[in-house]
């Protein structure tokens, strides 16, 4: 098994299932969006370009982070005193907003 599918089979339920579907939400939502296993997590990748990534932190939170985050305005971002990066929180208990997370998406693609 690649590191990148052990990453979401790894995970427990619910949370391997919201990572799951936050990667496909994010792979259809432009064709040239490909996956890449990158610094020991799931990026999504434009060409050679880092688009945004999958994460969990210490504490548990699952988060999609954007690597061109502060030229993004959508007010479902944070920054959190990070200068590059902003990142969009999804709680593995709630229904995942795809509109949303899309928005976002083609925001960011407009840099690439």
């Known amino acids: 098994m690649s590191p990148l599918q052990a990453y979401f089979d790894?995970?427990?339920?619910p949370l391997k299932g919201t990572l799951m579907a936050l990667r496909d939400i994010?792979?259809?939502?432009?064709?040239?969006?490909?996956?890449?296993?990158?610094?020991?997590t799931a990026?999504?990748?434009?060409?050679?370009?880092?688009?945004?990534?999958l994460s969990v932190n210490t504490?548990?939170?699952l988060y999609l982070g954007f690597i061109l985050g502060y030229r993004l305005t959508h007010p479902a971002l944070q920054s959190e005193g990070r200068k590059q990066i902003?990142?969009?929180y999804q709680d593995p208990e709630i229904d995942i907003n795809k509109e949303e997370?899309?928005?976002?998406?083609?925001?960011?693609?407009?840099?690439?």
């Open 10 to 13: 790894e995970k427990p339920e």
């Open 26 to 40: 994010i792979l259809n939502t432009d064709n040239r969006i490909h996956m890449a296993w990158k610094y020991r």
């Open 43 to 53: 990026f999504f990748c434009i060409g050679n370009k880092n688009l945004c990534y």
């Open 59 to 61: 504490t548990g939170q």
């Open 86 to 88: 902003k990142v969009y």
């Open 101 to 112: 997370i899309e928005e976002i998406i083609k925001e960011a693609l407009f840099y690439y």
